[in-house]
């Protein structure tokens, strides 16, 4: 029973039956020739050598220095990297699944006519990242951010925005900055300047959010809490989205033109 309990969680390491029970044999009976270890296992010498090949390879098994014609097994606690790999693994495909199914929704799923509106959720850098590709797509950006945190956890945004705007004569973005030392950087290093306006908001009005932007019928809200907790939600929905764009329309007419020395 206890042998089967330990069968089972190697096959959840990617262990096949065959290894799994290889590499007890050799943590029990010590260091085995190819030809005695195929034997113990009743498996001939090619169908062994190609078992021992992948142990090796996962790291818990290894030729024996003294005698590299004998195969042993590194000890238990090895199985601790093998672990930490899928662990890794996992967070990766987490980090990737929101950005693929909203690529797979904007791309594959059927728009239904009579839906007014919906609202879609972001967890993490490469997840938030999505919707900054999406805006790019769209012919006229507005913009409410606060450059410091935002440039610290998307340093790429900033050539990837002047990047577009240079292929896409037809974009343009308008940004209303909170006032900072990082802003008028921001501001000098950014082209072309006829259409990336920049505008600072009042120094005593402080954004709750990092990054706003209206564009395309939609609104997307970006919060950073620290570069491990970016979040983002993206509201579609067009009376929400003129109202939005009206209000970002008036405080432009309203803010003087920025001096930046």
Known sequence: ?????????????????????????LLQKGSMTVSELAKKAKLNRTAAYGYINTLIDKGVIARSKGDLNKII????????????????????????????????????????????SDIHYYKGKNS??????DCLKSQA???????????????????????TITQNPKMIVYELIQKSPEAIAHIKNSLPATRHLFKFLPEDIKLTANDILIYE?????????????????????KSYFENSKQIFDLLWRLLPEPFVR
Request: charged letters at 25%.
């Open 141 to 163: 950006i507005r913009a409410y951010f606060d450059v410091k945190d935002l440039e610290q956890t998307f340093p790429e945004n900033k050539d990837k925005f002047n990047e």
């Open 1 to 25: 029973m206890l042998m089967q309990t330990i069968i089972n969680y190697l096959k959840k390491l990617d262990f096949s039956e065959t290894e799994a029970k290889l590499y007890i044999t």
């Open 217 to 237: 019928g939609k609104v997307a809200i970006i919060n950073i809490a620290d570069k491990n907790n970016v979040t983002g939600v993206v509201i579609h929905n």
């Open 73 to 116: 097994a590194n000890p238990p606690e090895h199985l601790h990297y093998l672990v930490e790999e899928r662990v890794s693994a996992a967070n990766v495909l987490k980090e990737q699944l929101f950005p693929i199914v909203t690529t797979l929704n904007a791309s594959f799923m059927q728009v239904q006519e009579n839906k007014d």
């Open 128 to 133: 938030v990242n999505a919707i900054y590709n």
